[in-house]
Nanobody
């Protein structure tokens, strides 16, 4: 059974930083892309960032220059370093695994972690 467990969310002031982490277990994650998505209240879930097995990265325009995605293929973890946070970054952030790079659909999801950015 695949499990993705996020951690690192919380409350931060605008301009601050947070680092989200996701621990994956239950299958091999070799060769698959992993990523982060988010869902703000009243909005649909949206793509934030994705990283391939060999480290290729793609970011949403809203994340470029502020967020950095990384992964540890030995520990089966993926992280999202978020800097210069804005109130509009407030959302539940979801870790995803087996992300299809064209459709940005994921095979597996975590339970989500809340990020709140105060003005």
């Amino acid at each position: 059974q695949v499990q993705l467990v996020e951690s690192g969310g919380g409350l931060v002031q605008a301009g601050g930083s947070l680092r989200l982490s996701c621990a994956a277990s239950g299958r091999t994650f070799s060769g698959i892309a992993m990523g982060w998505f988010r869902q703000a209240p009243g909005k649909e879930r949206e793509f934030v960032a994705v990283i391939t097995w060999i480290g290729g990265r793609t970011y949403a325009d809203s994340a470029k220059g502020r967020f950095t995605i990384s992964r540890d293929n030995v520990k089966n973890t993926v992280s999202l370093q978020m800097n210069s946070l804005k109130p509009e970054d407030t959302a539940v952030y979801y870790c995803a695994a087996d992300v299809a790079l064209v459709t940005m659909r994921a095979g597996y999801w975590g339970q989500g972690t809340q990020v709140t950015v105060s003005a």
